[in-house]
């Protein structure tokens, strides 16, 4: 048997808006977050889901529940949380995200690397192999656990997965296929 897992990204967040990476900074959707997360929910009608899964920071909870509230479970769980940037938590983007690809085996100063998150991830992995075989299961979450599943799951190298990274190209999708055998 295999998890069936569909990927979701949360909606804009305020600090979005302003090209802040937040990291672990704990922050509202924005009105168009708001709208990306209400209208995904007609996007995916029809898929049927067994649990959602979300980081427990605000923006991927408000997401989830948005798109999601009412008649399936919404599970928040910390190990899907976005890369903790540490002292660059709540930063201008274009100095966060050119540290990112160089934080892969490094840890930001007071945060973590993104092997850490790949860490968190696998763990969260096993727990869902172990108690939802069989199932399909949604999550709701940011950047780093995303780029984490594309090295887990579907063998990509770190530098690969920021390089094909869809923000990149501006390509969103509702949702992203990951299953774990």
Same mark, same amino acid.
């Given at each position: =048997?295999?998890?069936?897992?569909?990927?979701?990204?949360?909606?804009?967040?305020?600090?979005?808006?302003?090209?802040?990476?937040?990291?672990?900074?704990?922050?509202?959707?924005?009105?168009?977050?708001? =709208?990306?997360? #209400?209208?995904?929910?007609?996007?995916?009608? !029809?898929?049927?889901?067994?649990? #959602?899964?979300?980081?427990? $920071?605000?923006?991927? #909870?408000?997401?989830?529940?948005?798109?999601?509230?009412?008649?399936?479970?919404?599970?928040?769980?910390?190990? $899907?949380?976005?890369?903790?940037?540490?002292?660059? +938590? !709540?930063?201008?983007?274009?100095?966060?995200?050119?540290?990112?690809?160089?934080?892969?085996?490094?840890? $930001?100063? +007071?945060?973590?690397?993104?092997?850490?998150?790949? +860490?968190? #991830?696998?763990?969260?992995?096993?727990?869902?192999?172990?108690?939802?075989?069989?199932?399909?299961?949604?999550?709701?979450?940011?950047?780093?656990?995303?780029?984490?599943?594309?090295?887990?799951?579907?063998?990509?190298?770190?530098?690969?997965?920021?390089?094909?990274?869809?923000?990149?190209?501006?390509?969103?999708?509702?949702?992203?296929?990951?299953?774990? +055998?």
């Amino acid at each position: =048997m295999a998890v069936n897992i569909t990927y979701f990204v949360h909606g804009t967040t305020t600090d979005n808006e302003k090209e802040i990476s937040s990291g672990w900074s704990d922050v509202e959707l924005s009105e168009t977050g708001i =709208m990306q997360s #209400v209208g995904l929910k007609e996007k995916i009608k !029809g898929e049927k889901f067994d649990v #959602v899964f979300c980081s427990d $920071l605000k923006r991927a #909870v408000a997401s989830a529940k948005l798109t999601f509230e009412g008649g399936i479970e919404i599970i928040p769980d910390q190990r $899907l949380r976005e890369c903790n940037y540490g002292d660059y +938590n !709540g930063r201008p983007s274009a100095i966060v995200e050119p540290l990112q690809e160089k934080s892969v085996f490094e840890r $930001l100063p +007071n945060g973590e690397s993104y092997e850490d998150v790949k +860490n968190r #991830v696998a763990e969260f992995l096993k727990y869902l192999k172990e108690n939802y075989d069989g199932k399909h299961v949604a999550i709701v979450a940011h950047k780093g656990p995303q780029l984490a599943l594309d090295v887990l799951l579907k063998g990509k190298t770190w530098e690969q997965a920021f390089a094909e990274d869809w923000r990149k190209r501006h390509a969103w999708q509702p949702g992203w296929e990951y299953q774990i +055998n």
